[in-house]
């Protein structure tokens, strides 16, 4: 579609319906309001014209306060103000809402293809074995981050989920009330988020969206490629860095790490429950009650103590069970509903997301140097030891670190998390948390230090269940990527751990800090660059080379359209996964 058809659908599907429901604004039961949404389009318009003729802020507002508002005093002048500012935050909320319901109609206007439009293309080309090979392999990971422009508290969220099925009905008289309750409703937090507090905000859109999305997604390309035994379960993976990435946020702790982890599972057991008691309504055979119960109550206890942890084993179990007495008994009624939770179930298992774990490499400098310097190596710097006792003592000193021998705060949180971390993939699975990124990436160090780190926090060698992920971000970072990467390959302790983690390395590139060191030209064109040299010295030593992109945001920061810019990478870049951020 030509895009001045596709601005014409958006004008139609969001612009047009939001000034239909918004002027249901100015019928609100509340005091002044209808004053507020009449004028505001009245000071707009005089802010325009004053800043065209030279006018300065405060010359626009007196002209406006004593030509349409009338009002005289500072202080009704200040709340006039703020009311305009509650009041444009709530008209945003009800564009988020509109734009939400028309994203599907929107999106078949789109110059993008969809996964549908593809699989049509197929059907026209006869490409099915082709296409299914390739789907049996792919996997993308979309790792969430936390951001400051997430600001809609978890109220707010719910009436924007509220107003998108109703404006999907069309029911006008229920969206007036939903925005008299939004009018209502404060879009400002009662105290300061923690960590913990960001990290549900982003849970609350894994369990209300991306549940659902993802295997309504895996049952849809299962179906069109007409193969029941289609296992690839990890086409999509989700990713998880609030209450992990402590480089982002310098409040996460050992304690915001594990209650995330926590919460991330149970939120996925919540979404198991609802699941499985929709499906108890139509499964009331009599064979099959005792499995479905057995799983209920297991499911209903994990849902709200952390404690009780159930495994993936002991949910994939019984629903594999009653599936056989369900063909061999029942016809296999039902069968498709019950073989789309196990889907789910063999997607989200018990982690919902894979917690990643991020620090600044500078951080991890900080604490090896405290560590060496208390347990008598170095006196003061790590400058005092040469680069081959540095890299012996990392790969072969068996030290033991307890934190509380040490005060330095970032260096007991290190030691608490990293040996806290077995706890979480005990619980969660060991995709539940199994990747540390370091920031700042330049030299061997920054991979070495979280070696040495987990061996000292009780990691045995060989069972370091963890990638250990660089982050080359600076300028000096991606010139020096490929001469850091053939070192730690030449390292006979790091191969050996990459044996054990399936012979692929991930490396991140990230592109705000590669855009305020080199420029946003230099940044793009140095990532490029980088991931051919990479990709060149993983596969000459035997390695896949995995890359995480660090993107979304403003362009600055990676932003822009995914599929363009996976598109332009070239022939000499690894294709083994794709993985990136979404903010």
């Not at 400051?148 to 069309?170: G, H, N, W």
């Not at 330049?442 to 061996?455: A, C, K, M, N, P």
């Not at 850091?484 to 592109?511: A, C, I, K, V, W």
Request: aromatic fraction near 10%; proline fraction near 3%; glycine fraction near 4%.
């Amino acid at each position: 579609m030509h895009k001045t058809e596709r601005l014409e659908e958006f004008k139609k599907l969001v612009k047009n319906k939001f000034y239909v429901y918004n002027s249901l604004f100015l019928n609100l039961p509340y005091q002044g309001i209808e004053n507020v949404g009449m004028l505001i389009p009245l000071l707009f318009d005089q802010c325009e014209k004053g800043l065209k003729s030279g006018k300065n802020p405060q010359q626009i507002l007196d002209l406006f306060f004593q030509n349409y508002a009338n009002i005289d005093t500072e202080q009704e002048r200040i709340d006039f103000m703020f009311s305009v500012i509650q009041y444009v935050e709530r008209q945003v909320v009800l564009y988020d809402s509109v734009e939400d319901a028309a994203f599907p109609k929107l999106h078949e206007h789109s110059s993008s293809l969809s996964i549908k439009d593809y699989f049509q293309l197929v059907d026209k080309n006869k490409s099915w074995e082709k296409i299914a090979k390739k789907l049996s392999t792919f996997s993308a990971r979309i790792v969430l981050t936390a951001h400051p422009t997430q600001f809609y508290t978890p109220a707010v969220l719910d009436i924007i989920e509220e107003l998108k099925s109703l404006i999907l009905e069309d029911k006008i008289n229920d969206i007036d009330v939903v925005l008299q309750q939004l009018g209502l409703t404060s879009l400002i937090n009662t105290k300061k988020p923690t960590p913990l507090d960001e990290a549900k905000n982003i849970i609350y859109i894994l369990r209300n969206v991306y549940y659902a999305a993802v295997g309504d997604l895996f049952t849809y390309i299962k179906s069109n490629i007409e193969n029941d035994d289609f296992d690839n379960y990890n086409i999509i993976k989700l990713g998880f860095w609030p209450g992990g990435d402590r480089d982002g946020n310098p409040f996460v702790t050992a304690d915001i790490t594990k209650d995330v982890a926590d919460e991330l599972r149970i939120n996925l057991m919540k979404c198991y429950y609802n699941d499985l008691k929709i499906l108890r309504k139509k499964l009331t055979f009599k064979d099959l009650r005792p499995d479905l119960n057995t799983l209920r109550d297991r499911l209903y206890v994990a849902m709200f103590d952390p404690n009780r942890v159930v495994s993936y084993d002991d949910i994939i179990g019984p629903l594999v069970t009653v599936r056989e007495i369900l063909i061999d008994k029942y016809n296999s009624l039902y069968l498709k509903q019950l073989d789309d939770l196990i889907d789910k179930v063999k997607i989200f298992k018990t982690h919902f997301a894979t917690l990643d774990i991020r620090q600044d490499h500078s951080k991890h400098k900080q604490v090896i140097e405290t560590v060496l310097k208390t347990n008598g190596y170095i006196n003061e710097s790590l400058d005092e030891l040469a680069e081959d006792k540095l890299t012996h003592i990392l790969l072969n000193e068996n030290l033991k670190l307890d934190p509380k021998d040490f005060n330095d705060e970032i260096v007991k949180d290190t030691i608490v998390n990293i040996s806290h971390l077995k706890d979480i993939q005990n619980k969660n699975g060991e995709e539940g948390c199994n990747r540390y990124i370091i920031s700042n990436s330049e030299d061997i160090y920054s991979v070495l230090f979280v070696y040495g780190l987990f061996r000292w926090c009780g990691w045995e060698k060989d069972k370091i269940t963890f990638d250990i992920v660089p982050l080359f971000e600076t300028m000096n970072g991606m010139d020096t990527a490929e001469a850091t990467m053939q070192y730690l390959f030449n390292l006979p302790d790091y191969r050996s751990h990459l044996e054990q983690r399936g012979r692929r390395q991930t490396m991140m590139l990230g592109f705000s800090d590669g855009t305020k060191d080199g420029g946003y030209l230099k940044a793009n064109w140095s990532i490029l660059k980088t991931k051919e040299v990479l990709s060149k010295v993983c596969s000459k030593n035997g390695i896949d080379a995995i890359f995480f992109d660090g993107r979304g945001g403003p362009p600055a920061r990676g932003g822009g359209k995914t599929h363009r810019f996976y598109a332009a990478q070239t022939k000499d870049i690894a294709n083994n996964e794709i993985q990136l951020t979404i903010q």
